[in-house]
């Protein structure tokens, strides 16, 4: 479509891509003369790297770059003087990036290219430490009474499978004294401690094993004549 096919300059607007043919017909009184034009129309991308901002725990993030237009290629790129590298490659949409020079924001590009025509987008990414609590290895007792520790450089707070759980001084304490009802002469309950910061939760557990502490009765006192008895222990409680 023409805006005005008189001017020289006119615009025209075409309905889809392609290569186009245009001629320019110029007319005098006596002479008249014409020539052709071939121009190849294109589509536009309008690249789309995914969500503006992301918040991400931990060293590695999996990126959704979307194509535009299909048969378009696209290129990852990260934005000095950060440094991390992708997999498998640059190339994918779907590429893994890491970190390199440590936890901070990272601003990526991906730039999609469509025969030529090239559009960009930009995404940020606020890289956090991932909390790694440790919880230590599982345990056992005679009773129903332990003393938990975990290892951790950020806060949390202690919880169990076990609803009847109760923590000393509190469940927010990196040591903490714990008890629980016994159900069972030997049961094994589950303890996790969820440690946390602004944007990341990790969490580790610890398998107790308790056991009823058994009671032992050596039966009553006696005096013997002769040198046999008979012993009448009791086995409380194993």
């Given at each position: 479509?023409?805006?005005?096919?008189?001017?020289?300059?006119?615009?025209?607007?075409?309905?889809?891509?392609?290569?186009?043919?245009?001629?320019?017909?110029?007319?005098?009184?006596?002479?008249?003369?014409?020539d052709?034009?071939?121009?190849?129309?294109?589509?536009?991308?309008?690249?789309?790297?995914?969500?503006?901002?992301?918040?991400?725990?931990?060293?590695?993030?999996?990126?959704?770059?979307?194509?535009?237009?299909?048969?378009?290629?696209?290129?990852?790129?990260?934005?000095?003087?950060?440094?991390g590298?992708?997999?498998?490659?640059?190339?994918?949409?779907?590429a893994?990036?890491?970190?390199?020079?440590?936890?901070?924001?990272?601003?990526?590009?991906?730039?999609?290219?469509?025969?030529?025509?090239?559009?960009?987008?930009?995404?940020?990414?606020?890289?956090h430490e991932?909390?790694?609590?440790?919880?230590?290895?599982?345990?056992?007792?005679?009773?129903?009474?332990?003393e938990?520790?975990?290892?951790?450089?950020?806060?949390?707070?202690w919880?169990?499978?076990?609803?009847?759980?109760?923590?000393?001084?509190?469940?927010?304490?990196?040591q903490?004294?714990v008890?629980?009802?016994?159900?069972?002469?030997?049961?094994?309950?589950?303890?996790?401690?969820t440690?946390?910061?602004?944007?990341?939760?990790?969490?580790d557990?610890?398998?107790?094993?308790?056991?009823?502490?058994?009671?032992?009765?050596?039966?009553?006192?006696?005096s013997?004549?002769?040198y046999?008895?008979?012993?009448?222990a009791?086995?409380?409680?194993?």
């Amino acid at each position: 479509i023409f805006v005005n096919p008189s001017l020289p300059n006119t615009t025209v607007v075409v309905n889809a891509p392609g290569v186009y043919i245009f001629v320019w017909h110029e007319i005098s009184p006596v002479c008249d003369s014409l020539d052709t034009v071939k121009i190849t129309f294109i589509t536009q991308p309008y690249a789309n790297a995914g969500p503006p901002q992301v918040h991400v725990c931990g060293t590695s993030y999996q990126l959704n770059a979307q194509y535009s237009v299909s048969g378009s290629t696209g290129t990852w790129s990260v934005l000095p003087p950060q440094q991390g590298y992708f997999t498998p490659n640059n190339t994918s949409p779907n590429a893994t990036f890491t970190i390199s020079t440590g936890y901070q924001s990272y601003y990526l590009v991906w730039t999609e290219n469509n025969l030529g025509c090239i559009s960009k987008d930009t995404i940020r990414l606020d890289f956090h430490e991932m909390p790694m609590p440790n919880a230590g290895p599982n345990l056992a007792t005679c009773g129903n009474t332990i003393e938990l520790n975990v290892n951790s450089t950020y806060p949390g707070y202690w919880s169990s499978t076990n609803p009847t759980a109760q923590f000393h001084p509190n469940a927010n304490s990196y040591q903490t004294t714990v008890t629980v009802v016994l159900i069972n002469y030997t049961q094994v309950d589950t303890f996790i401690f969820t440690a946390y910061s602004d944007y990341c939760t990790n969490r580790d557990t610890v398998l107790v094993t308790f056991s009823a502490t058994p009671h032992a009765e050596a039966g009553n006192v006696q005096s013997v004549c002769g040198y046999t008895t008979q012993l009448a222990a009791d086995t409380i409680g194993s």
